[in-house]
């Protein structure tokens, strides 16, 4: 069994209700879905998939986590995806609250930036561990 099957294996079991793509090559693996649950809550699962990090400080990779109990990889990816309506609620939810919001067009107008996000990477940076 691939690595990719065996966490997909582990993902779809601690959470069914949650749609999981998963790819692998010989040192990643990319883990993809929507909405579902946060990011943080993946990568407790995931995390001892991972061998180690990349440093870029001194540009080499630090062996940190070798473990012979379980497959492993160089690299981990989580990519989680939010939908539109997930989108449209929050941005309606948060043009009311935020007064910088009230002329917007849109998600993608970069005209009022919060914490240097536009609404859409704002939203999406609130949303991050949060599960939908």
Known sequence: MTIGR?????LKKAFPSTKFRVTSDYNCVNIYWTDGVAVSMVE?????????????????YEYTNRRTDVPQVDYVFLNREISEEIYAAKYAEYKNYYSAWKGLTGLDDGSAHIQGYTPRGFIRHQLSNVCL
């Open 6 to 10: 065996i966490v997909k294996a582990e």
């Open 44 to 60: 407790e699962i995931t995390s001892k998939y991972k061998c180690g990090r990349f440093d870029g400080m001194t540009d080499s």
